[in-house]
């Protein structure tokens, strides 16, 4: 098993190292935490998944750490990445990072191109931002790019408009470009979430394929636990903000230790743990954002095995074993 | 392209059929006028009327002589004025209007996109409630009471500026500007909004991840989309330039066509008025034709 | 295109009374607009009550007073014109005109709008689209050369006043009522195929018609100031209301050619036109705010 061969990165240097990041918007006289103190590291070479259902947190983290947020979002803690602090540094060096170093892409190709310009010029123009290459080199590279990354008839497609191309084709572009500039981490928000399922399976495995060529991370963001499965090496669950889980997606799949990751690989219906009629959901719902800094654990009110100490303290992230972290007040889960 | 223009000027024919027809009809059908027979108009136009109309005729015929007549620019006689005819007056007056109009049109969308995206940068701050008050203000306040209040403030108190008349460059200023004020008004809002909403798109968001500067951002990536709006609003945008280039005429004493046309319209010279309209509602289906090809040039997503 | 899931999300979302409530309170909220209709409320109170206050009639003649300024002493409160004719009463006989104009033609170009877009919503097909190729063909036609066209040819009576100022406006509501008739055709489809019984039909009536007053209500509010702007242009070249009836617009007409002796004459009754309007726009622009925040 591959991931089994990165289990060492003891010994090496996170990439990125993301501490107590806070993400705040002030609604109306109260506070909303979209992400509460959430730690984590990225290694490099290495594919990291980030679960959890919609409204966690997990966009906003990484939207965060790149400073894409909206104008109106607080953000607190600290991401390092090689000598930088990335939370609150200028636009302008923040610039030299983005696309070029750290890049991202996003869950729905159609609407995060603009539709107005054309595919090359979208493509050269980060190539411009970022490198001294001259046009004809750039031209070269674009195309070398778009057929390592299997677009048909990558040439023609230069001078075509985003509506011109299907969803995948499209979603190909996007991974093109991102990779252009050649950056350490590559940010992907939900890259199949929009498109259909056998072209989903084709975009991972192209990711996948990438992964294996180079020594870039891939920080996966996805509320798909089929897709962890796939090429994910470690995996960080998060919930209503938190960080409840992370380690190795061997041992996250094989040996859960909190319940709220455990009800998700219930419900995943391609894990067939057991043969049941009805499909099992987690019941409850999330926890209104609107209301953080409550004590105690956020997902008691759904769990299960949910105790007295549930509601008085806050579960912190404590390590469990082999770098295995949980955020649970359960010494093991049954 | 090209299929895309002709198939939008065929489109326009019907419409400026339409409009000739109407014409034709009203002119026979109004109180007053030289076909009915009740009303005693002088000799002399009577009888230009008799002789260009060719009254005796069958309708049809009539009607025929009438297109062939607007085919070829000619509009009929005057009643105001019998030795002129339409044609001429709207030849004498159509390049003082637009020139006025075009500038007021110039300084409404470079001022109004100005404006506009000034207060979409500054949403919800101070600058951005100032400028949106202002726009109201334009708005509701009807042109011909800002004219008046600013002749009485620029002209007569201050004794900057001339209050009427066409002499001199000065004399230009304040009847751009006043006609200009309620477009400003307009394209700003217009501006405002579309911009702000741009600016949320997701496409914006991919062009910061990807590290580009502010001004690439803004000018390669915002603009194209936030001007759309804009660009689409220019057929009636020069709609409401015309029916304000009336008043403003009229106030300042400008001798343009809207000044024949209100003229005209209290003297019940019929084919004066007949003949401006027409001429208006041509220049506004070319117009159109125009604004339609450059947002198709815009936005690639237009099929054509 | 809504998809059936959406159709029945909405059916099932049913607000008692939820949807006014709502926008009242957010309309409430916006200063400009509640300052503006408590100067609105004023000024129609004013406009309807003063003149029976007043001492003086708007066509009654005083020699002894003729251009007089504004003062309080004698009475003249906006002060008087050429003819002596006190100002205030003229201004507010004038508010009448044009208010009563606002209204009615409003309320022709509603009636005009509505029924020209739901009968393109209902008939469908071919005949909509012809009728909404004429509806974008009109639209960018500068339209008071039109009224000031029918002025001319068929004279000034009043109704026909009322008539072609309100056919100005009517064409954006066309489009609006056009696409919820179009809407609504396609739900009671919906509703036939899926829910029981007819409580579906009321649903959908509960929440089609709600949407349908809104629009109507932020589209009147709206309308009425251009309307009355029409008016006064019209009035102020000559082509409204025969006297002795006045409007605004003759009274700024005036007041415009004696401005550089008795500014007072331009002044008062232009500052009662362009607050009335201001007014009117601040509401429209807050009530449709307060009916879809995500506007803003």
Known sequence: MRWTQRIAEVNRQPLLQVSDLLVEYPLRGRIRRAVDKVSFDVYPGQTVGVVGESGCGKSQTMLAILGLLDRNARVRGTAHYKDHQLIGLPARLLNRVRGARIAMIFQDPMSALNPHLRIGTQLREILSAHTQLNAGAARARIIEMLTAV??????????????????????????????????????????????????????????????????????????????VAGICERVIVMYAGRVVESGLAETIFYHPQHPYTQGLLRCSARMAWRRQDRLPTIPGQLPDAGSPAAVGCRFAPRCQHCFDRCNRETPELGAWRDGHAKACHLEQLP | MLGYALSRATAAIPTLFLLVTLAFFLIRLAPGGPFDNERQLSPAIEANLQQRYHLDEPLLQQYGRYLWG?????????FQ????????????GFPVSFTLGGCAMTLALIVGVLLGAIAAINQNGIVDYGVMTVAMLGISMPSFVLAPLLILWLAVYLGWLPAGGLESWRHFVLPVITLAAAQIAFIARLTRGSLIEVLSAQFIRTARAKGLPMHVIFLRHA???ALAPVVSYLGPAT???????????????????????????????YTLVLGVVLFYGLLVIVLNLVVDLLYAWLDPRVKY | MRGLDDALEDAVQVHDGGLW?????????NKAAVASML???????????????????????????????????????????????????????????????????????LVIGVGYGALAGYVGGRVDAIMMRVVDIFYAMPFLFFVILLMVFFGRHPVLIFVAIGAINWLDMARIVRGQTLSLKHAAYVDAARLAGSSGARIIRRHIVPNLLGVIAVYVTLTVPQVILVESFLSFLGLGVEPP????????????????????????????????????????????????????
């Open chain 3, 39 to 109: 100067v609105l409320a004023t000024l129609t109170i004013m406009v309807i009550i003063g003149p029976w206050l007043s001492p003086y009639k708007p066509a009654q003649l005083d020699w002894t007073y003729m251009w007089s300024p504004p003062s309080l002493i004698d009475g003249h409160l906006f002060g008087t014109d050429s003819l002596g004719r006190d100002l205030l009463v003229r201004t507010l006989h004038g508010g009448r005109v044009s208010l009563l104009v606002g209204v009615v033609s409003t309320i022709v170009s």
């Open chain 2, 223 to 225: 603009a194209p989309a």
């Open chain 2, 239 to 269: 709609a409401g330039i015309i029916t304000g280039s009336v008043v403003i005429e009229t106030i300042f004493g400008i001798p343009g066509l809207g000044r024949h046309f209100v003229n005209g319209a209290l003297n019940r010279d």
């Open chain 2, 81 to 92: 004025y019998p030795d002129l005819t339409v044609t001429q007056l709207i030849a004498a």
């Open chain 2, 70 to 78: 607007i085919a070829r620019g000619d509009f009929g006689p005057s």
């Open chain 1, 150 to 227: 299997r677009l048909p008839e990558p040439e023609p497609s230069l001078r075509r408009f985003p509506h011109e191309l299907s969803g995948g084709q499209r979603q190909r572009v996007m991974i093109a470009m991102s990779l252009l500039c050649e950056p350490d981490i590559l940010i992907a928000d939900e890259p199949t979430t929009a498109l259909d399922a056998t072209v989903q399976a084709d975009i991972l495995e192209l990711l996948g394929e990438i992964m294996r060529n180079s020594n870039m991370s891939l920080v996966l963001i996805t509320h798909d636990l089929g897709v």
């Open chain 3, 245 to 296: 009836a006045t409007s605004w617009g003759t009274l700024v007409n005036e007041g415009a050619r004696e401005m550089e002796t008795a500014p007072w004459l331009l002044i008062f009754p232009a500052t009662f036109l362009a607050v009335t309007l201001f007014c009117c726009n601040f509401i429209g622009d807050g009530l449709r705010d307060a009916l879809d925040p995500k506007d803003r």
């Open chain 3, 21 to 29: 409530g709502d926008a009242w309170r957010r309309l409430r909220r």
